[in-house]
């Protein structure tokens, strides 16, 4: 499980480490292209039901920590869903994995 720290003294937000590994890469994109945006994930099990969104702007620290030594394969698709969600209005929506029907 991995853990993304943002802003200074926050709860640390728990996501799993092949989502945090592609998430990183998404936020990174839109971070170093001055952008900010929201990110909404569902609470995962044993943290409560509900959900949580929190605002990203580059002024402010973040931190991603992960329990994996190695970074994952990073899955393309995935990815550019992810992309897509963070250009829309409602931010990045931290959706499960896309496959890719051709790599079957």
């Known amino acids: 499980m991995g853990t993304l720290f943002y802003?200074?003294?926050t709860d640390p937000i728990h996501i799993e480490d092949r989502a945090l590994a592609h998430l990183k890469v998404v936020i990174a994109t839109k971070l170093r292209r001055h952008e900010s945006f929201t990110l909404s994930?569902?609470?995962?099990e044993g943290e409560g039901s509900g959900r949580s969104t929190i605002w990203l702007e580059p002024s402010i620290p973040l931190r991603f920590t992960f329990d994996e030594p190695e970074t994952p394969p990073l899955?393309?698709?995935?990815i550019e869903t992810l992309m897509q969600t963070a250009?829309?209005?409602g931010g990045i929506q931290l959706v499960d994995e896309v496959l890719?029907?051709?790599?079957?």
Request: aromatic share 10%; hydrophobic share 20%; no cysteine.
């Open 41 to 44: 994930w569902k609470h995962p």
């Open 100 to 104: 890719d029907p051709d790599e079957d």
């Open 87 to 89: 250009s829309s209005s």
């Open 75 to 78: 899955n393309a698709k995935w």
């Open 7 to 9: 802003g200074a003294g």
